[in-house]
């Protein structure tokens, strides 16, 4: 053993830290982006490996790896073109404008992982827990160093850390794997609680006999209140979708970092991107789109500031990416979540959807990557809450007849 002698600098272009759907985006974004480039992925898991998540993975994720050339991920999972939602005794269900696959993220992530080894990246299993700025690059635990490194490392991002971003709000969820019954073959199924909005449990169907099930709520803004706890949260499952505890297993709970009315990105060479950017829909508790949207304007940005030999523009390039694509969409979903604080809004909502097709289908966009409250959904919506509080007076009836 050599006692005292520090490993030498492992010295790269671009680090992605973290190789969940963020990270290997990046890896490829780089690539893409810039041939040639050295581009190390450090996980601190081997792959393939479990993630809790619902794994609905939502179409535009494959309308953006389609364009930096990575097709196919989905090969051989079933497209489900069915959603249900439902609060109380209000429900919808219609089918999707476009397809959703559910994809285990053993799988869905392992695929990734390999396209990016494939396209040239180099995996490194190591959990970094110490990040330095010097002059020449960023250091990584004082063994790989890199002139830009993005952060694609999770809900409890190490290089978020570092930037002393501060954490939005959050939701708690939980999910497991549980035989689908007949009558929701085929089908994603959300049913909202009564609890802390945004509060649902949720069954899609995988097409391969198992559904992935699970409830989340939001995390109490103040920290003194108790988290619910995970007996809690299967309790409230078993509420909205009966038998699924009992049927289910493999349950594991993980923290989602919601986004919120603007979103930060500082100057400089180290990028954050996906859960670690803080990205995931307050509605619906979508994050994969982000992840791989945001992955590869980090990539790009990181490829064209070390071709300008400028690192430190990345943030910069990466921030007005972003911006560009996700600003104002994640204003209408800030305040889509606020609205939906009200159960009486979700009913009109959900009324609203089952009587237009058009209101179904721009629900379902801004919950799943790029939609926004228009003019359309806004009338309906009036109209769908007023259809419920406006009482049934002996006017009203004798204008509907007996
Ligand atoms: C229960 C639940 C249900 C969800 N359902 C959906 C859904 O149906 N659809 C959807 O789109 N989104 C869903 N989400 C959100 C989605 O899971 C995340 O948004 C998504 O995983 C973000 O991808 P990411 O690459 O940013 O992070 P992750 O997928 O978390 O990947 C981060 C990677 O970084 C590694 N890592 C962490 N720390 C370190 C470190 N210090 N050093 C090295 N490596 C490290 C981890 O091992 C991991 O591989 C759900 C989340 C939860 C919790």
Redesign the pocket.
Known sequence: MSHGVPAPVSDWDVIV???????TSTALSVIHAGPGLRVLL????DFP?D????????PHVFDRLGRIGVTGIEEGWTPLTRLELARGSSSVARPMARPVYVIP?EVF?ARLVERAVAAGATLVR????DVRATAEGIVLDGRYRAPVVVG???????LRGHLGLRDGRRAL???GYAPTPSERRGTQVIRYGDRRQPSYAWA?DRGDGLS?V?Y?ELLPSDRTDDPPSRALLLDQLDRLLPGSVAAGDQWK????PLSGWSWEQPDGPVLL????AGL?NPMT???????VATGITAGRAAAQAFRAGNPARAGELHRRAVRALLGRHLKHTWTAARLAESATLVEGGIRAARRDARVFDELVELGLGDGRISRHLVGHLITGVARRTVPRTPLTRLAKGP
């Open positions: 830290v973290g190789a969940g759907p963020a990270g450090l996980d601190r898991a490996r993630k809790s998540c619902g794994d609905g993975i939502a993220r992530d190591h959990r970094v827990t694609a490392d999770g809900a409890h991002s190490v969820a939980i999910r899609f992935n699970g989340g709970a993980h923290h989602l991107t996906g859960d670690a995931i508790g979508e994050g994969i789109y982000y992840a």
